[in-house]
């Protein structure tokens, strides 16, 4: 293929005037039997960019030619030692930044498919390993363009397309669950004319495309097959069969994967036959075990009903993080008694001027958000995150609140809120937790919060509580319910109700000494008694 046609396979080699230099990303164009795809190098390694299946090419080049595109610019090509095929474009300065590549469009060399682009299934958090689709917005067939918005995943968050084209095929449909993340979910075209063509097409089943064939003028020994499953794992001593280590008493023999697999699912290795290299339990068993139905099998007593409910993902993300906080982070708790009464007589005066001004009601919660925010800034340690080799303290005080609802619990957050009014806070709050209730929280309603406040209390009448770190915050404030006590009066033996609610601080111990969450808590209960002091 000449550099000329090679210019015209793509429309996107046409617009170069249009791109951006970027002095350390190249772009590679690798050719297999049926589809190519483009990776950018970087330290001569090939990786993956976007949904795009991409590959490195670690067959030698040779016979490197120089050609000119007409930008002012030069370009060098490689042919592989046993191809004709121009197999690399490097040095190509386009629209990428510094090695990363926003969108690839890998080209088939085969003429049933012309140049298209799969969609990868998009990470939504850096914890996120599969998702769901709840919809898809845009059918197959329908022109898109960037910017637009192609699907919905459970949690309903959008996904946007990045390049103009027609929607050909979707891999899956609408209600598909846990699709990994990178897994083809769709394919674009082009051209509206190519669409027919990726009728029945199927996406290839291994993650990467095959690596060019090495040459076979000496062929070495190959190796002895091993399990794709068993391949990352060490290999361990020859142990006994399994049936012979279950009658004996020892332990059983099963991959790590299995393991952890079976933990999860809460399956006795026991109950599982194993179909690996001397009984050895593999991860598959554990599937095939679960596939049947075994789990309910091992944990339903006899004539006890029950209902298996579905994890959704944002209790998954929840689950692990929660775990994450508990094992890697030092807890210690502090807790602090605050007298409300004057709190509770101030929110009763400001209500009725918020009912004139057809504000939102200012609540109890309302008014602990901007006592905890305002503390923060007069004790900036507890606004901070442990980074290993450093604490990072913010300057934004950022407060997640805490939102049961029928999906999962939810932590929407607001933006500085020591810099914002009451009556503000309280339309931001109910406008957010009204979205978490709709599960229709967007990743920018929920992600950067610096400091976390649940209140157990107002809703629940919950007295007192420990609340779990939100990582990777330091602490999390929990508020109980207020009750009435009977204290001592202002005139010997006389006696007056008070009313208080309790405060726990959770602690991050790695970030804030006891001293300084005390500190925190001093300022936190001075607000509460004396709320007037907040509208300074």
């Not at 682009?117 to 939504?124: A, N, R, T, V």
């Not at 095959?210 to 000496?218: D, G, L, M, V």
Request: hydrophobic fraction near 35%.
């Amino acid at each position: 293929m000449s550099a000329a046609q090679l210019l015209r396979h793509s429309r996107k080699l046409r617009s170069l005037q249009n791109a951006v230099d970027c002095e350390r990303s190249s772009l590679v164009r690798y050719f297999s039997s049926s589809s190519g795809s483009f990776i950018v190098k970087e330290n001569g390694l090939g990786k993956r960019t976007g949904g795009t299946r991409l590959s490195k090419h670690s067959q030698p080049a040779k016979e490197l030619e120089t050609f000119s595109v007409g930008v002012n610019r030069s370009y060098t090509w490689t042919r592989a030692s046993n191809s004709r095929i121009p197999s690399a474009v490097s040095s190509l300065n386009g629209s990428f930044s510094c090695g990363q590549v926003a969108s690839a469009r890998p080209f088939s060399s085969s003429a049933d498919l012309p140049p298209h682009q799969e969609i990868g299934m998009p990470s939504l958090s850096p914890t996120m390993t599969e998702g769901n689709i709840a919809k898809w917005l845009k059918k197959e067939g329908d022109k898109v363009s960037p910017g637009e918005v192609l699907c919905e995943d459970k949690a309903t968050v959008e996904m946007e397309c990045m390049e103009e084209g027609y929607l050909a095929k979707i891999i899956h449909g609408d209600g598909a669950k846990e699709i990994k993340v990178g897994e083809i979910i769709a394919v674009t075209v082009e051209e509206e004319g190519d669409i027919e063509k990726f009728k029945d097409y199927k996406p290839s089943s291994s993650a990467e495309p095959a690596a060019p064939t090495e040459s076979k003028a000496q062929p070495e020994p190959s190796p002895p097959k091993v399990d794709e499953k068993e391949a990352s794992k060490t290999p361990e001593p020859k142990a006994p069969k399994i049936e012979e280590a279950s009658q004996s008493g020892d332990r059983i023999f099963a991959s790590p994967l299995a393991r952890k697999l079976a933990e999860d699912n809460n399956v006795p290795l026991s109950s599982v036959k194993g179909t690996g290299p001397d009984g050895r339990i593999l991860k598959a068993d554990i599937e095939d075990y679960l596939a049947k139905g075994g789990h309910k099998e091992a944990f339903a007593a006899p004539g006890l009903g029950y209902v298996d409910i579905p994890n959704a993902q944002i209790r998954k993300v929840t689950a692990n993080r929660l775990l994450a906080s508990k094992q890697t982070i030092p807890h210690y708790y502090l807790t602090v008694d605050a007298r409300v009464d004057k709190l509770v007589k101030l929110r009763g005066e400001l209500n009725p001027l918020q009912d004139a001004s057809g504000g939102k009601k200012i609540s109890i919660n309302d008014l602990v958000i901007k006592a905890a925010a305002l503390a923060l800034r007069k004790v900036p340690q507890c606004n901070s995150s442990w980074m290993n080799d450093f604490i990072r303290q913010y300057h934004n005080v950022n407060i997640n609140v805490a939102v049961q609802t029928e999906h999962g619990l939810f932590v929407p957050v607001i933006r500085d809120a020591d810099k914002k009014g009451l009556g503000t806070i309280a339309e931001e709050v109910k406008q957010l937790a009204q979205k978490a209730r709709d599960n229709s929280l967007k990743p920018a309603d929920y992600e950067g919060g610096t400091f976390t406040v649940s209140n157990l209390g107002g809703p629940f009448g919950i007295k007192q509580f420990c609340a779990i770190i939100n990582p990777p915050q330091s602490a999390i404030l929990a508020i109980g319910s207020a009750e009435k006590r009977v204290i001592p009066g202002s005139a010997d033996g006389q006696y007056e109700f008070g009313s208080f609610m309790s405060a726990t601080l959770s602690c991050d111990h790695r970030v804030i000494d006891g001293a300084i969450g005390a500190e925190f808590l001093k300022a936190f209960k001075g607000y509460i008694e004396n709320p007037t002091s907040m509208l300074l």
